[in-house]
DNA sequence: GCCAATACCTGACTAAAGTCAGACACATGT
DNA sequence: ACATGTGTCTGACTTTAGTCAGGTATTGGC
């Protein structure tokens, strides 16, 4: 058993007994606690798919409950008008209400709970849940090869031009159309996002550029996941895609703006390599050799 | 909404949908949750009753779960010797072995959790769960009065004197026979101890040493439990004890080689006096006025 | 030896949570 | 217009988890 999983465990333990209690605020709302998890959930209306979904609930299921919460009026269910067959929940003013109350405890459970703590010590604990939260949720994010014109892929490179724009000293232009279709299986390519919660949170991608020669392009990693790991896992992934589209090198272009990259790369075994390209934005240029 | 409870409770979000997964171990052995609940909770044999306790169970429902379980071939349920009317449970083989798969599978889960974090980012992780740990459990200790003869209270004042023993120059000696009725409320006392898990983890005592002056005794905090704040939380309540038990002044007496007591007496406001008693081991001591 | 208390057992009951198979309305591609 | 598929609803069912009111065996105090 390592240190690590102990440890793990071991909070897992005392927390459920303890904090566990959180979710009790769930309870006594004269609601049975399946049914308050779909209002819960429904948050400010969605589709029941979409609560099916993320529930995992059974549609025979879903479907009592959610006759069970209009009934005491907390939620109005109706046909989604662009496809009939689907049902769109949305909460009532009382749903709305149930929800704050909701809410109302659960701050109140959390404040009893660390009501005993000095400030100081609060201060820690606000530190290290905070950091356990960045590294559970980066651990827990889910590395899958999309289609670089998905609406995940297009997203994650909206963003990653974003940065660009904003860190490079004189701005970033995509220019007004964007083929990325040199990232698709069919061209020898692929691209990656990271998803936590179904938001991108990090990508990159892959593409040809000559005989053997693969080349990582839009790797991004969101500001807020910065120091959790994600950049060397998604270059990780990218390198062994590469070796798996059958190039034995591989080459990627950046700015000297972006220095934790630049250090990432030398860190991951790159070697800096004369100007492969002709990308006004790139500045470095760095070739790795794969076994 | 403090900053505080916020992180809590997006922390505890987070966390009970991932790692509150580790529990799922208990599923798919082909006991439901609750048995599989008893079988953990009995480890390596203990009293229905005490199962009843820490589970919160009704004695009928537990009577039932309890031949689910020994049906199976999974415990032993047998009268007490020393009190036929209750049952004592024990694993049997099998049930050791059942419990030891569960034991496998939540550590793979625990594994298998933190497989994407690189060896530093585990120390990270690993270090920010030990903290939050030590604070939620130290946040979570229940301190309440005892009677100072009572075995917890005994087992408290044991462990102080063997901290005394290994910290004071020349070891420590309690003496053949230890009164402690001074700190019972009949005298004017009182004796507190804090429960972890049921398992005292700090303690402390007031007595009456004059007209309106009461004394602070034996005030002791577990090793692990060390920066967790205990120490002071004890020290507030006993100063709360000391008002309402009608005394005006506090004092209390300690040794040089006890730095932090030393350090957290002044930090509460305690200053240093003259010698008041004839405790051998005393070699500072303190006052403090309480309004 | 008797009585009250204690520890557990039994039967009867309930609510919650979920599964499954079929029914039905609507949507989509041809 | 038609076949096929999708999203939801309904009824019938099961398991789990638990409650409650008595009942029985055992114990300890008198």
Known sequence: ???????????????????????DSFLGLGLPLGAMRVLFETGDGCGAQELRERLGLDSGYLSRVLRQLEDRGLVAVEADPADRRRRTV???????????????????????????????????????????????????????????????????????????????????DPGPVDDVSSMTAARGGTFAVALSDGVPVAAGGVQRIGEGVGEIKRMWVDDAWRGAGLGSRVLRHLEAEVVRLGYDVVRLDTNRSLGEAVAMYARAGYREIERYNDNPYAEAFFEKVLG
């Open 1 to 23: 058993m390592s240190d690590a999983t102990a440890v793990l465990r071991r909070f897992n333990r005392s927390y459920t007994q303890r904090i566990g209690a959180l979710d």
């Open 90 to 172: 949305t909460p009532t003013t009382a749903g709305r209400r149930t929800l704050r109350t909701l809410d109302d405890r659960s701050e109140e459970l959390a404040e009893r709970l660390i009501a005993p703590l000095t400030e100081r010590q609060r201060d820690r604990l606000t530190d290290a849940l905070a950091t356990a939260d960045l590294l559970v949720r980066a651990a827990t994010v889910s590395l899958d090869p999309v289609d670089p014109a998905s609406p995940p892929a297009r997203h994650a490179m909206g963003r990653y031009f974003d940065e660009l724009d904003r860190r490079f000293p004189g701005g970033f």
